[in-house]
């Protein structure tokens, strides 16, 4: 009955840690954008929990970190769900398999989501809608990824303390 318990809570903190995150980086005021690129600490969580948790716990968190984008985004579609899923379930396997539970690790997992994330836009928003040329958009994406790399680190030393906390391994 402890385990299941403390598998609960565990849950719940990193449910939490998502909704601090999510408001933290969309909150009016805070200067959360670099060259043009905005503050984006989901990708980073997503990671650090699919390396920690495994494939299951992360593309279920992905999925509730992308339902709050979606709810946020004045977009109806609803992708955002849908990407940082299936990154938490892929991220996850490849956690499980090749990785190490290391900083690094987790922060090649984020950063690796977000300029995916960025690439895909450009071919298919930006250079399709607008017509802009990569020499537009890199230095956003850019700014994008540096903003990232220092709650990247926060996010696994967070997740992994949850981890050790909650768990009988």
């Excluded at 499980?96 to 690094?104: A, E, F, H, I, T």
């Amino acid at each position: 009955m402890g385990g299941q318990k403390h598998r609960i809570i565990k849950r719940c903190a990193y449910a939490l840690l998502f909704i601090l995150a999510f408001v933290v980086q969309n909150a009016r005021g805070l200067p959360t954008t670099l060259m043009g690129g905005r503050l984006d600490m989901l990708p980073a969580l997503v990671a650090a929990i699919a390396l920690f948790e495994g494939p299951y716990t992360g593309g279920v968190l992905g999925f509730f970190a992308g339902m709050l984008l979606a709810i946020h985004s004045p977009m109806v579609e609803g992708l955002s769900a849908l990407y940082l899923g299936l990154f938490g379930i892929g991220f996850g396997i490849l956690g499980g398999g090749w990785l190490r539970r290391v900083c690094p690790a987790a922060l090649m997992g984020g950063l690796s989501c977000i300029a995916f994330q960025g690439v895909v836009r450009y071919v298919f928003y930006s250079r399709m809608v607008y017509g802009l040329a990569l020499t537009d958009v890199w230095q956003p994406l850019l700014g994008q990824l540096l903003l990232a790399v220092l709650p990247g680190i926060g996010a696994f030393y967070l997740v992994r303390g949850l981890h050790r906390r909650f768990s009988e391994e």
